[in-house]
């Protein structure tokens, strides 16, 4: 029977961890997934579908990348996968594919020890359990990665003034004072104005860019922003993306200028952290329902 033996999986996970290292930030799974499919011929096999359903590649792929979560090579976080300098040193170690797949195998039956009894081989029904709660990790991180998919197209998608509307009701939730929200049209850089009080006599005055971006928001975008900010302001810029690294580096040492900054994935937390807080319109404007899980072992 046709199968993907384990030196074949070590080159597809070694691909993998080489796009990873090209990406510090991340990469979104399915990209990580379409990029190492790219780089190989696939048999007719490996091309195919379980009988059940799924791309063989794919799943079997998936399931070798939880050995590798597991060993403190990488991280999957809201549809991202990082790698961690732990993958990166045992990507320079482990140079055979197959090496590299049984080092994995090793930490995560090593992890798996520490959570019940278990066994590398030689226990057909542990084997089973596993495999099981394997396939019950892959489709529970499936299904995060296709709910953050749709939270993310959602807000990427909406109107400027709405999301710019929603800004203001996830502050006003956080209990700050909204005072003023920039119509339509040039805004001089400022598109919300707050306050830690109702009647905005006590400082800091907080002046909010918000910028629904595709491409991640720069260095000059930045400080283009806080040239607007007064010695007393404090700055939040928030962003349907993210941003470079050179403008988080200048946020984090900046001295005369105070300012936060706000990617997706903090904005969607604090959307969620304060969700209970918000008015009904607010809610209807970005609707979340929690939806409880069991969540799995492996």
């Known amino acids: 029977m046709p199968e993907i033996t384990r030196r074949r999986t070590g080159e597809f996970l070694r691909k993998l961890f080489f796009l990873l290292a090209q990406h510090p930030d991340g990469m979104a799974a399915q990209d990580a997934i379409a990029g190492v499919r790219n780089e190989f011929e696939l048999s007719e096999y490996e091309e195919g579908d379980y009988p059940s359903g799924g791309n ?3 799943r079997i792929f998936r399931f ?11 991280v999957k976080q809201q549809g991202q996968w990082f790698i961690t300098e732990l993958g990166k040193q045992a990507y320079q170690i482990h140079q055979d594919p197959e090496e590299f797949h049984r080092e994995a ?10 959570q019940v009894p278990f066994a590398e081989s030689g226990n057909t029904e542990i084997a089973k359990e596993d495999a099981s709660a394997r396939d019950a990790s892959i489709t529970f991180e499936q299904a995060g990665e296709q709910a953050w998919a749709e939270i993310e197209q959602h807000l990427k998608n909406m109107n400027p003034y709405e999301f710019q509307q929603l800004v203001a009701s996830l502050l006003e939730a956080m209990g700050y004072y909204v005072s003023w929200v920039a119509p339509p049209g040039k805004d001089g850089g400022v598109d919300i104005l707050a306050w830690s009080d109702r009647l905005g006599t006590r400082p800091p005055r907080i002046k909010v860019q918000v910028k629904r971006m595709q491409q991640a928001v720069n260095v000059a975008d930045l400080r283009s922003f806080m040239a607007v900010l007064g010695d007393d302001d404090v700055g939040l810029f928030v962003t349907a993306g993210t941003f470079t690294k050179d403008a988080e580096d200048e946020a984090r040492t900046q001295e005369k200028r105070k300012v936060t900054l706000v990617n997706l994935k903090r904005l969607v937390g604090l959307w969620v952290e304060h969700y209970d807080r918000l008015q009904d319109e607010a809610r209807r404007r970005f609707p979340l329902q929690r939806i409880w899980f069991l969540a799995p072992e492996a």
């Open 105 to 114: 195998v090793k930490l995560y039956n090593k992890w798996k020890a520490g």
């Open 64 to 74: 070798s990348t939880i050995d590798c979560v597991k060993a403190g090579w990488m």
């Open 56 to 58: 063989r590649f794919e």
